[in-house]
């Protein structure tokens, strides 16, 4: 009987919707609005399917800032990290986790499924008060994963556009809580250009009264910089709550923790999806007083170690709640550690904002008590445009099968399946340039017409190309089929998305303290 009722619901409701999908231009938004209403269709019918929690795991995706690949003891960091530590013990590693060279771009490929440059095109990151965000017509993992019956949040740094169309309550997150974009993108005397153990330093006012696109801004669409950067916001869900000084920047890791650790409290019961991206560890480096001078090295390591208390007051709660056998945790950074401010990449060639390993790979551990392998360890090429494929997947939802996505399903990767495997080709972009590529062990530069095997030489020192010119054009051959969608050195391919684009865009508190309209329920100014 139920399986005719499901028989019956298919071919009377989902085919023809299907075929009525595939016949609209907008079939991708449609096919995730759908999401809930499969979901209601079988729990109607096949409560044991639907309704099964242990069907449905839940997600934390932790994503550090500017975190180096060795900075933490998982990969050879030099501070005690013993949360992570642990993480990686009852987990695994994954040594060829691939993000972009730059915060959002490796955003936008996480809550995509895409490569960056597919949904959001622009040539580095976004400022404050930008014209253009990740388009609201993308279907985020949030979409994806809320369309499938999970409570959302977003808890940090959010980085895909700060108007009112682009942050996460729009895209797909039941709450948010943080700062929208970096924190180095305020006012200079309220913290955000210097660390606290140095001198504050003074505003430059020339810039302000700048409007979008002058002083210096190179790409007029993507915001305020420098000088014309106005005090950074604190939002809570549709509200500024604070103008963020450098009291504030010393608390966030602790904010967003505490705000983490009660979302799970209170979502217990039902499936969630919990993004956790902290400011922490961009420069400036605030670290909590408790954590000031702790590593005997830096600030930034300091931080460090404030990161991975976080880490295990995240995961001690899962424990505590005896949710920890049905959560699937994920650590990992947002783009390669900035060496010149103190991150260590080693043994990786490059740093953050180069399409050299130091500025790609990131450390990323997996951790799911009972179904990824203590212990383990993976060096398939896997990426943050897989995230999205793979939470849909151990999610069951079937709506991502009508996404256009770059990304793979890496669970079978995640929980050790025979045969699994990441990515047979990556191409590494940075802005609109597709710099490299790689397939198994071979990189090849295009720019250097370098060749590099990353399994004897991680440090992308040899060059062999002369030994193997088969590879180099098997390589040129990827890299070909990849521009004739993606394109190179130029946003117009015939693959790249449309950005999102609002008219008037308007800074979420003013230079003078004003909270924009929308926004100041709680507070109208914030001197
Ligand atoms: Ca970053």
């Excluded at 330093?201 to 007029?220: A, F, I, L």
Aim: with cysteine; hydrophobic share 35%; glycine share 10%.
């Amino acid at each position: 009987m139920r399986r005719l009722t499901v028989l019956l619901l298919s071919s009377l409701v989902i085919a023809p919707l299907r075929s009525l999908l595939r016949r609209s231009a907008r079939f991708v938004a449609l096919a995730v609005s759908l999401c809930p209403a499969l979901v209601l269709l079988f729990s109607a019918t096949l409560p044991s399917e639907a309704s099964a929690k242990d069907g449905q795991p839940n997600f934390i995706l932790i994503n550090i800032d500017d975190l180096g690949y060795a900075d933490i003891g998982p990969f050879g960091g030099k501070v005690a990290t013993p949360q992570l530590d642990r993480m990686a013990k009852e987990g695994m590693k994954l040594t060829s986790h691939y993000a972009a060279p730059v915060c959002s771009p490796s955003r936008a490929a996480m809550m995509s499924g895409c490569y960056p440059k597919r949904v959001l095109p622009i040539p580095g990151v976004l400022f404050p008060a930008a014209a253009v965000g990740l388009n609201p017509k993308t279907t985020t993992v949030a979409e994806v994963l809320r369309g499938a019956g999970y409570a959302t949040a977003c808890v940090g740094k959010w980085h895909l556009g700060d108007q009112p169309e682009f942050l996460p309550t729009a895209q797909g997150f039941d709450h948010y809580f943080g700062i929208p974009y970096s924190n180095d993108m305020g006012p200079a005397s309220e913290g955000s250009k210097s660390n606290p153990d140095k001198p504050l330093p003074k505003d430059n006012n020339k810039g302000k009264e700048t409007k979008n696109g002058k002083g210096g801004d190179s790409e007029p669409e993507t915001g305020l910089k420098g000088n014309a950067q106005p005090p950074l916001p604190l939002v809570d869900d549709h509200n500024v709550v604070e103008r963020v000084k450098v009291a504030e920047h010393h608390t966030f890791t602790r904010r967003y923790t505490e705000r983490a650790v009660k979302f799970i409290r209170e979502n217990q019961k039902k499936p969630f999806f919990l993004y956790l991206p902290h400011n922490a560890v961009h420069f400036p480096h605030y670290p909590h007083p408790d954590y000031m001078g702790k590593s005997g090295i830096s600030l930034q390591k300091d931080w460090v170690m404030e990161v991975d208390w976080s880490v295990g007051q995240v995961l001690d709660t899962l424990r505590e709640l005896k949710l920890d056998s049905n959560t699937l945790v994920i650590f990992t950074s947002d783009n390669g550690g900035p060496t010149n401010q103190g991150a260590d990449n080693t043994p990786l060639r490059g740093s953050k904002g180069s399409t050299l390993e130091g500025g790609m790979r990131v450390c990323t551990l997996a951790w799911w008590p009972g179904k990824v392998a203590a212990g383990s360890q993976t060096k398939a090429i896997t990426a943050h445009m897989d995230l999205l494929p793979t939470f849909g997947s151990l999610a069951r939802c079937k709506a991502i099968g009508e996404l256009k996505l770059d990304g793979k399903d890496i669970s079978p990767v995640l929980l050790g399946e025979n045969g699994a495997a990441g990515h047979e080709v990556f191409h590494y972009y940075r802005g609109f340039n597709l710099e490299a590529v790689r397939s198994g062990p071979w990189k090849y530069q295009f720019a250097t017409k370098q060749l590099f095997n990353l399994d004897t030489d991680i440090g992308e020192t040899t060059n062999v190309a002369k030994e193997h010119a088969d590879i180099v054009a098997q390589l040129e051959k990827h890299a070909e089929s990849m521009k004739a969608d993606l394109g190179d050195k130029t946003k117009d391919a015939p693959g790249v998305r449309e950005l999102g684009r609002v008219a008037n865009p308007q800074p979420l508190i003013g230079h003078d303290g004003t909270v924009r309209a929308g926004f100041n329920k709680i507070a109208k100014k914030l001197p």
